[in-house]
């Protein structure tokens, strides 16, 4: 058994960070959102991503999809309470990014993309002082 099997935030950071989760979760924050809405307001994830994410999130029990039955038939999904509980947790990396991420000069480095080389760079980052409150 793994050290981490019990562990709850080991266990959420595991669903959460699965690439386009919390963009979708932060998505359905406003209420039930059809299909292609969400793509849009997730940022452009790609259709084939966006479904395997819904079906996990929804056998998690995050969210819960539904099928109107409509010409043509249309889906929507929506966040269960487990679900809504995420808004402070979507609240908290808000606030957090505001205040380290929100002006360059208010960031302790900026990173850079890496050489194409493949090769370690031997430039050293610049090193700046961040004033602690």
Avoid at 41 to 51: I, M, P, Q, R
Avoid at 53 to 74: D, F, N, Q, V, W
């Amino acid at each position: 058994m793994s050290e981490h099997s019990f562990c709850p935030v080991f266990n959420a950071i595991n669903v959460l960070q699965e690439k386009w989760t919390l963009h979708i979760i932060r998505g359905l924050l406003t209420g039930p959102t059809g299909f292609n809405e969400l793509r849009r307001v997730a940022g452009g994830v790609n259709a084939a991503t966006l479904s395997q994410r819904l079906e996990g999130l929804e056998a998690l029990g995050i969210l819960t999809k539904t099928i109107h039955s409509t010409m043509p038939p249309r889906t929507s999904y929506q966040l269960t309470p487990a679900g809504l509980s995420l808004q402070s947790v979507v609240d908290a990396i808000d606030c957090w990014a505001r205040d380290n991420l929100s002006a360059p000069e208010h960031r302790p480095y900026d990173l850079e993309p890496l050489p194409d080389s493949g090769k370690e760079s031997n430039k050293k980052p610049e090193q700046t002082l961040v004033e602690v409150f």
